[in-house]
């Protein structure tokens, strides 16, 4: 896969393929967006929401969840704000999210089945790393996306003018439902 990758650069700069995406690196939109990983937004969300390359900022995590206060998501999102220039936050979850249907027991063996030793999740747990609150999803993702919503509102470094809203995508359709209307909560 990776001589695939640069083989196909290679063309891709030669035929200077790379013009059509120049940008610089302050979002057009002033937005920064929490999304999914998952494969089947990679087009279908920025289309979905009008957005080209150099509109927004682009934060993705497993579930678009913001797992801790002071995470590398959250710090993402305040870079966004502070050092370019973003206005607004967007949690997009969307429907159907592999998130849902994490069992932390049933990853862990996932784990130890690919070649990490038993012996390693023990001194990960006996260290006080709490790996199935760690590895949980979500049983909804309406309240899923307003957690993480609440979390990034609430973050003592994110001023009150910064409206942070919550949407969810169908992964199909492209439809959104909006679950949090930020300009409602200042």
Request: with cysteine; net charge negative; hydrophobic share 40%.
């Amino acid at each position: 896969m990776l001589q695939s990758i640069l083989t196909f650069n290679e063309h891709f700069v030669a035929d200077r393929e790379y013009e059509k995406y120049q940008t610089d690196k302050f979002p057009g939109k002033r937005i920064v967006v929490l999304s999914c990983m998952d494969t089947r937004l990679v087009e279908l969300l920025p289309k979905a929401m009008d957005l080209r390359n150099g509109d927004f900022k682009h934060v993705k995590s497993a579930g678009a969840i913001v797992s801790h206060p002071f995470g590398s998501v959250m710090r993402s999102i305040l870079v966004a704000i502070y050092e370019l220039n973003a206005d607004e936050v967007l949690v997009v979850g969307h429907y159907d999210c592999g998130m849902s249907a994490i069992n932390p027991e049933a990853f862990l063996n996932k784990v130890i089945a690919r070649g990490v030793q038993q012996e390693t999740i023990d001194v990960l747990k006996n260290s006080g790393i709490h790996l199935d609150k760690w590895l949980r999803g979500f049983n909804d993702v309406t309240d899923s996306v307003k957690n993480s919503v609440d979390m990034i509102r609430n973050h003592p470094l994110i001023t009150k003018d910064i409206p942070v809203h919550g949407l969810i995508i169908d992964p199909v359709t492209g439809k959104l439902d909006l679950v949090a209307n930020g300009y409602e909560a200042r």
